[in-house]
């Protein structure tokens, strides 16, 4: 079964707008930790944002937000007005069994590819 | 730059042939976790190690192993190398020695094997 979600394979933003890109995950795991990734063409995996199962606050990190609803198990990333250089795949991804021997594991998703329009 | 090092950048190899690639974690950060990413099969968690100590193992094929020296620096072997093993292989660490709780995890820049 699938750990991670991501439902849109592609997405299109124009310039300055805001953009969502959803994820959902799947855990039977009280703590737990959920991340976004950026890879651009050049191929670097760059963290943007953390979550963890216990913050009570949504995550923030400049123009990047995690929308965390946790009785619904979804974990979207909202970039703020998008810039050019935002084009990149973008991976959802969640930690589960934290120090827990031989079960702490990151799960990715499939990504989302976005495109920003000028 | 996330503080993570791997090498070589790129490795050209042919098939049957063995190869290691080296990761260093951010200072004092204790996992290291290595993953696979190829086209038709995405990022792949291969396997994570805890303070020297193999801590999770997903998808590593049997050809491929790995270690975590006590310096935590850790080496990902991959042995009779197949077309199919071509791949993006990235190593992160993560889990600071003084941790402030957090689970996030930091990339390097990764290794393009090429299998020819």
């Known amino acids: 079964a699938q750990k991670i979600t991501q439902t849109q394979p592609g997405m299109f933003v124009q310039e300055k707008e805001a953009v969502t890109l959803d994820c959902t995950y799947d855990t039977s795991d009280q703590s737990y930790g959920l991340f976004w990734y950026k890879q651009p063409s050049s191929g670097e995996m760059i963290f943007l944002i953390y979550q963890g199962s216990y913050d009570e606050q949504n995550a923030t990190e400049g123009r990047y937000s995690l929308n965390f609803q946790k009785a619904r198990k979804s974990a979207n990333l909202v970039i703020s007005a998008s810039q050019l250089g935002d084009s990149a795949m973008y991976f959802c991804a969640m930690r589960e069994g934290f120090m827990k021997t031989s079960y702490d594991k990151v799960i990715f998703g499939p990504g989302t590819s976005l495109s920003v329009i000028p | 730059d996330s503080g993570v090092t791997q090498t070589p950048k790129h490795l050209i190899t042919a098939t049957g042939q063995r190869v290691t690639l080296r990761c260093s974690p951010r200072s004092g950060d204790l996992s290291v976790y290595w993953y696979q990413q190829s086209l038709d099969q995405g990022l792949q968690f291969l396997i994570q190690?805890?303070?020297?100590?193999?801590?999770a193992k997903g998808n590593i094929l049997e050809r491929f192993s790995a270690q975590q020296f006590p310096d935590l620096h850790s080496e990902l072997n991959l042995s009779s190398l197949e077309l199919g093993d071509s791949a993006l292989y990235f190593c992160?660490?993560?889990?600071?020695?003084?941790?402030?709780?957090?689970?996030?995890?930091?990339f390097g820049p990764g290794t393009r094997l090429t299998v020819t």
């Open positions: 992160a660490s993560s889990d600071p020695a003084l941790g402030s709780g957090s689970y996030e995890q930091y």
């Open positions: 190690y805890y303070n020297g100590e193999e801590r």
